[in-house]
């Protein structure tokens, strides 16, 4: 059984700075792609930022410059590193991976979630 666990998130005054971890546990052969996900009350959930295999990175313009993704594939872990943050930022960040795992009768490739770490901006 393949499980993402995040932690992290808190309480940080704007201008101030967080690290997310996410870990990813099981019988994974690789992860593909990591991606970070956020979710404000009322809005939908949106890509952050996120990595694939070979290190191409992308962000959502409105953390471009202040956040960045980063991964250690030994640990099957990726990290968001957030500076300079804002009050908008304030959500439920969500970490997700496409990874290959072996499930004992055959190998396959999915995405799985984390289950989620809240991140408050405010003074």
């Known amino acids: 059984q393949v499980q993402l666990v995040e932690s992290g998130g808190g309480l940080v005054q704007p201008g101030g700075s967080l690290r997310l971890s996410c870990a990813a546990s099981?019988?994974?052969?690789?992860?593909?792609?990591w991606g970070w996900y956020r979710q404000a009350p009322g809005k939908q959930r949106e890509l952050v930022a996120g990595?694939?295999?070979?290190?191409?990175?992308n962000y959502a313009d409105s953390v471009k410059g202040r956040f960045t993704i980063s991964r250690d594939n030994a640990k099957n872990t990726v990290y968001l590193q957030m500076n300079g943050l804002k009050p908008e930022d304030t959500a439920v960040y969500y970490c997700?991976?496409?990874?290959?795992?072996?499930?004992?009768?055959?190998?396959?490739?999915?995405?799985?979630w984390g289950q989620g770490t809240q991140v408050t901006v405010s003074s």
């Open positions: 997700n991976a496409v990874l290959r795992y072996d499930s004992g009768s055959g190998y396959y490739t999915s995405d799985y």
């Open positions: 099981g019988s994974i052969v690789r992860v593909n792609a």
């Open positions: 990595i694939i295999t070979g290190g191409r990175t």
